[in-house]
């Protein structure tokens, strides 16, 4: 059976792997035996912690990763100075 090409792209959503990232170092760590009873109860402690604190954790990995990936800040351009003018 062929399964036809795709050209779809898809996004996976900032802080998305970060979170996944956070449930794979919990489960490699803690070795449990029913790994998807364990995410769910990983996830619904996170969401918990959302709404006591009103701090998203995907949101707060988002900023890292954006601030990790682009930070454009060594690529500023000083302002031209015109060293052909005469002030004097």
Request: proline share 8%; charged share 25%.
């Amino acid at each position: 059976m062929a399964v036809p090409f795709s050209n779809t792209h898809l996004r996976v959503p900032r802080g998305f792997g970060s979170i996944l990232e956070g449930l794979a170092r919990e489960v490699l760590r803690n070795q449990p035996e029913d790994i998807p009873t364990y995410a769910l109860l990983y996830f619904e402690g996170l969401l918990k912690e959302r709404e006591e604190s009103g701090l998203d954790p995907a949101e707060w990995a988002a900023k890292i990763e954006d601030r990790f990936y682009n930070n454009h800040s060594f690529k500023a351009i000083p302002p031209a100075t015109d060293v052909t003018s005469n002030t004097e």
